[in-house]
């Protein structure tokens, strides 16, 4: 029997939808994720057995968008009082009709976003003798979204699932 590693630097894709009820996602609707911070917290007796509800988590991550359209969908989410779903999927692998195939393992995610962070970069103009160049940006526009979680289901190998509801 061989042993699997994984890492917690595996390349994270995260779409607004629940990945568990879709039969098929597209590859253009994933973003990637360029950073991610989650600390799920319950009590421990003892034994390290987990017991009692859920501290309440934040779920921060931020990903890197080309074009300001693709932000109205957060904040229209941040403006409303319902709760929404955003799947994350690590090392995913896409189908030659660029749906989802697989994935080594996720986390289906439900909460209220509770704030959003921009950063904005733009192109800029270079002046080389009588001509202008305009440079491409180092970054676009990057956001960073917190998530106040309600539940999260874990994802494994095998399809494998685990639901930590959130109270």
Request: proline share 4%; with cysteine.
């Amino acid at each position: 029997m061989t042993t699997r590693l994984y890492s917690n630097e595996l390349k994270a894709l995260v779409v607004p939808e629940d990945i568990l009820t879709m039969k098929s996602v597209l590859q253009e609707r994933f973003t990637t994720v360029e950073r991610l911070n989650y600390c799920c917290r319950r009590q421990r007796n003892n034994k390290g057995e987990a017991y009692g509800p859920t501290e309440p988590v934040e779920l921060e991550f931020t990903i890197r968008l080309n074009n300001p359209e693709e932000i109205k969908p957060y904040y229209e989410r941040l403006t409303s009082n319902e709760s929404f779903i955003f799947s994350f999927v690590f090392n995913a692998v896409f189908a030659e009709n660029t749906n989802l195939k697989d994935f080594d393992d996720g986390m289906v995610c439900e909460g209220y976003v509770v704030g959003i962070e921009e950063q904005f970069s733009t192109t800029r103009m270079t002046t080389a003798g009588d001509t202008q160049h305009l440079l491409p940006a180092d970054k676009q526009m990057e956001i960073t979204i917190k998530l106040l979680l309600q539940n999260t289901t874990y994802i494994g190998r095998d399809n494998n699932f685990k639901s930590i509801f959130i109270h």
